[in-house]
């Protein structure tokens, strides 16, 4: 049951108003398990201290989907020296003070790592990096944050507190900035990469954006180019393959992002959308679609050295743009996977498959796909040793014969023996 409360509250000595405040009480399974020995000691520590403990942001949203979240992140009234306190005299361990500066102590319980920061404001920000106090107000909390169904608070007893509406924009599938969108955005541009993931997560329809929101993207996309690649690349990833990226994408482009997140600024986006429409059901990588949207490897070299991408990503890209017009099915070979594990064969690196595998997804050969994903790569049962015992001793003519029995043993479908190709060797 939903209440409203218009009331002056008294929160550690500050009084402030809930001026919008929801709540409700959860009470799923998905919420239940959660409590872990881990959890229970961690929730019993703030109490005994008298701080208030709360479930934030993404794990909440999830919570509220029906969904059991991978990671959880706590609030808390405690200040970071506090927390510390506390758990150095209930003897539990700390890890990883990276975050303290910015109210976030790790606490290591019953193997489990529990991340809790203290309540904070925003009081300086340059669009990459944040200044901040610590509070006791959750609200103001709530207001620095970036998407409304990323603003709420779960209490440990199943009470949800939303000061923004964030359950009313989950449950229509909206995705809202808190406040200004404007406001939000010259804070940390990233927020503009978050909106398109979360609204690929969220939103049912691929074309329900607020006007306002559009315009306000537009106006700041510049700011992403003082943004680190790294941070660009986390976000760009996750959309891709997200539901609506094809959408996202174009959409993107059309607000003139491109340019300050390291894709081609005349990307091919008719590509990009087909490609999309033949890998979105099978699960593609991330550069599987983003491949499509380039025209040569100067691109993919600049995309690159923008995004710092692995290595993976890159060798990935650049397969892509050079096999996706050469390596098709072969119309003559009744076998039509046949230059596709040929060309496994034939690469002998560990990952060729995989990358044979997203490049028959960018070209929509499903029935291929099936095919190769239950294909294993075979072992050519000739080597060097073999060939000298036949009394082939030189180099060059071992390498010659190897590769002249290759393409027999590719001929008969990988099957033949060792004893029938090397009755290819004359004596």
């Known amino acids: 049951m939903w209440s409203r409360l218009l009331n002056p509250c008294v929160t550690g000595g500050a009084r402030f108003y809930w001026r919008s405040l929801f709540t409700m009480r959860l009470k799923t399974s998905e919420f239940r398990s959660l409590f872990t020995d881990g959890m229970n000691?961690?929730?019993?520590?703030?109490e005994k201290h008298q701080h208030e403990l709360r479930i934030a942001g993404?794990?909440?949203?999830?919570?509220?989907?029906?969904?059991?979240?991978e990671d959880v992140d706590f609030a808390t009234t405690a200040t970071p020296d506090e927390m510390k306190h506390m758990f150095q005299t209930a003897g539990i361990r700390m890890i990883n003070n990276k975050g303290e500066k910015h109210g976030t102590i790790t606490a290591r319980l019953h193997n489990e790592n529990f991340e809790?920061?203290?309540?904070?404001?925003?009081?300086?920000?340059?669009?990459?990096?944040?200044?901040?106090?610590?509070?006791t107000d959750w609200q103001k909390d709530a207001e620095r944050r970036d998407l409304t169904i990323n603003s709420m608070f779960l209490g440990l007893d199943g009470t949800?507190?939303?000061?923004?509406?964030?359950?009313?924009?989950?449950?229509n599938r909206r995705v809202r900035f808190v406040g200004s969108a404007e406001q939000r955005i010259k804070e940390d541009y990233l927020r503009i990469l978050r909106y398109f993931r979360f609204y690929g997560r969220v939103a049912f329809e691929p074309d329900d954006h607020e006007p306002e929101t559009l315009a306000a993207i537009r106006e700041n996309g510049r700011g992403l180019a003082a943004i680190s690649g790294e941070r660009i690349w986390v976000e760009l990833k996750k959309m891709v393959v997200g539901n609506h990226s094809a959408h996202l994408l174009e959409l993107m482009y059309s607000l003139d992002l491109a340019q300050y997140i390291g894709l081609p600024t005349d990307g091919d986006v008719d590509e990009m959308k087909r490609v999309w429409q033949n890998a979105k059901d099978h699960s593609p990588k991330p550069m599987t679609i983003l491949a499509a949207l380039f025209h040569s490897p100067e691109e993919v070299e600049k995309m690159?050295?923008?995004?710092?991408?692995?290595?993976?990503?890159?060798?990935?890209a650049l397969f892509l743009l050079k096999h996706r017009r050469q390596l098709c099915k072969s119309?003559?070979?009744t076998d039509s996977l046949k230059p596709f594990t040929d060309f496994i064969i034939d690469s002998r690196e560990l990952d060729s498959q995989s990358k044979v595998m997203e490049l028959l997804k960018y070209q929509g050969e499903e029935k291929l796909f099936s095919e190769l994903s239950q294909w294993s790569i075979p072992r050519f049962p000739i080597s060097g040793h073999d060939l000298r015992r036949?009394?082939?001793t030189s180099g060059k003519e071992i390498g010659a014969t190897l590769q002249k029995l290759r393409d027999i043993w590719k001929k008969s479908r990988y099957q033949m023996d060792k004893d029938e190709l090397l009755s290819y060797i004359k004596p």
């Not at 000691?41 to 703030?46: G, R």
């Not at 993404?58 to 979240?69: E, F, H, N, W």
């Not at 809790?116 to 509070?135: N, P, S």
Request: cysteine-free.
């Open 160 to 171: 949800l507190y939303d000061f923004y509406k964030g359950h009313e924009d989950l449950q």
């Open 331 to 333: 119309e003559e070979e």
């Open 304 to 316: 690159d050295l923008r995004l710092k991408v692995s290595r993976e990503e890159k060798t990935l």
């Open 41 to 46: 000691t961690l929730a019993e520590v703030f």
């Open 58 to 69: 993404g794990a909440v949203r999830d919570l509220l989907s029906g969904k059991r979240p």
């Open 390 to 392: 036949m009394g082939v």
């Open 116 to 135: 809790v920061t203290t309540l904070r404001v925003d009081v300086q920000t340059d669009g990459r990096h944040a200044e901040v106090e610590f509070t």
